[in-house]
């Protein structure tokens, strides 16, 4: 084909082609440089032609950006290599040597290393607070952070923060709120729509949800979604094309999947509920959770995570994981196929031992997320594991 003619290979294809490109060629050098010109390469729109270079933008990145944005309500989106690529990039992009965060916990063990030890060794401060509690929020933001971050459902303890709250609180001393909505996915809240400013996904886990890629995604603002993709193309973070391309795929099915986990942890949480052998259950969606009232208000489902623990502690814990049939011993969540672990082992080790139990982690939790199996199934193994417990 002639350089630089109008080319269209999509024909008609149902689904949107994968662009495996690191590069966009033009017709004349002029053209190219007057692209280059005008700084990186920020397409407003899938049908744009003005790629350049893969990290600066893809077409399929692009189609991908614009789907997860409908999805959370927003004008805009950015995804990134992983969950901690695109939180590392709203780090970069709105703090500074001599700044103030506020962090919710518990979060994410790397997610807690982020904030509490890299940051502070370039001189940002962060205080860790209960969000979950909003007199807590409102102490947090008498030191006028530049941010609040939480995660709601936290991760592991499903403690859950009130977002309307939290945001208008912010709002009034002009601190930008940051939700990581991993565990509850977009098809069961919409932090935007509460008022949070970006919303940040793990696209390795619901949405991605086939434990078979890792990936990140932000979506807000034009205007901050725009400062962050000259973070990430400065920084490179970029998710590969192929990776993106997977996930379109994966979005086909989010809303069925997610409502069957959601169908999933609910029978779980309530099972569980039910045993002697069991000392705490915690899922937002039982009526004896102290975050009912406030889930039911602001979620639309209750996410496919169960936090558990046995009476007997640690040695229970590992004993009963390691005889349940039915699930993986893995870490990771939102995938087809049940997962299970002990978060201060595993996902939250990285958070020191002292400090675990008063960021919300028990040493003997238990977490375990749902997959899409029938119910009835689920439930028989872990019936099966209590009674040989
Ligand atoms: C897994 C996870 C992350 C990190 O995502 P990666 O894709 O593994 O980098 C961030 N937040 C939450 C709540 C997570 O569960």
């Known amino acids: 084909m002639a350089k630089g003619k109008s080319r269209s290979y999509t024909h008609r294809a149902t689904v949107p082609p994968l662009y495996q490109s690191a590069v966009f060629d033009f017709a004349r050098v002029e053209e190219l440089a007057a692209q280059i010109k005008s700084g990186p390469a920020f397409p407003p729109s899938v049908d744009d032609l003005t790629y350049i270079y893969s990290r600066g933008g893809n077409p399929t990145q692009r189609k991908l950006e614009l789907d997860l944005a409908a999805l959370e309500g927003a004008d805009d989106g950015l995804v990134f290599a992983s969950g901690m690529a695109a939180i590392t990039a709203i780090a970069l992009s709105f703090c500074e040597a001599g700044c103030e965060i506020a962090v919710g916990y518990p979060v994410y063990g790397d997610t807690y290393a982020v904030f509490a030890d890299l940051l502070p060794r370039f001189g940002v401060n962060t205080t860790f607070v209960d969000t979950s509690d909003i007199s807590e929020v409102r102490r947090a933001l008498a030191r006028s952070p530049r941010m609040l971050f939480c995660e709601t459902p936290?991760?592991?303890?499903?403690?859950?923060?009130?977002?309307?709250?939290?945001?208008?609180?912010?709002?009034?001393?002009?601190?930008?709120?940051?939700?990581?909505?991993?565990?509850?996915?977009?098809?069961?809240?919409?932090?935007?729509?509460?008022?949070?400013?970006?919303?940040?996904?793990?696209?390795?886990?619901?949405?991605?949800?086939?434990?078979?890629?890792?990936?990140?995604?932000?979506?807000?603002?034009?205007?901050?979604?725009?400062?962050?993709?000259?973070?990430?193309?400065?920084?490179?973070?970029?998710l590969d094309p192929f990776a993106a391309w997977l996930v379109l795929r994966s979005l086909k099915t989010l809303e069925l999947r997610v409502q069957r986990q959601n169908e999933n942890a609910l029978a779980l949480a309530k099972l569980l509920e039910k045993y002697a052998k069991v000392a705490r259950v915690y899922y937002p969606g039982l009526a004896s959770s102290p975050y009912h009232r406030i889930a039911k208000k602001q979620m639309r489902g209750f996410g496919g995570i169960v936090s558990f623990e046995l009476k007997g502690g640690l040695r229970k814990a590992k004993r009963f994981v390691n005889r349940l049939k039915g699930a993986r011993i893995a870490v990771s969540l939102g995938s087809t196929e049940t997962l299970i672990q002990i978060p201060a082992l595993i996902t939250h080790r990285i958070v020191p031992e002292g400090v675990q139990e008063s960021l919300g982690i028990p040493r003997d939790l238990v977490r375990v997320a749902v997959g899409i199996e029938p119910t009835a199934e689920l439930l028989a193994h872990f019936r099966q594991a209590l009674k040989e417990l």
């Open 154 to 238: 936290a991760n592991p303890s499903l403690a859950v923060t009130d977002l309307k709250a939290a945001a208008r609180a912010c709002k009034r001393c002009d601190c930008l709120l940051v939700v990581d909505n991993t565990f509850a996915t977009p098809v069961n809240q919409n932090p935007l729509a509460l008022g949070a400013d970006l919303v940040v996904h793990s696209l390795t886990k619901f949405i991605g949800g086939h434990s078979d890629l890792v990936g990140g995604a932000v979506m807000g603002a034009k205007e901050l979604i725009t400062r962050l993709r000259l973070t990430q193309f400065i920084t490179g973070a970029i």
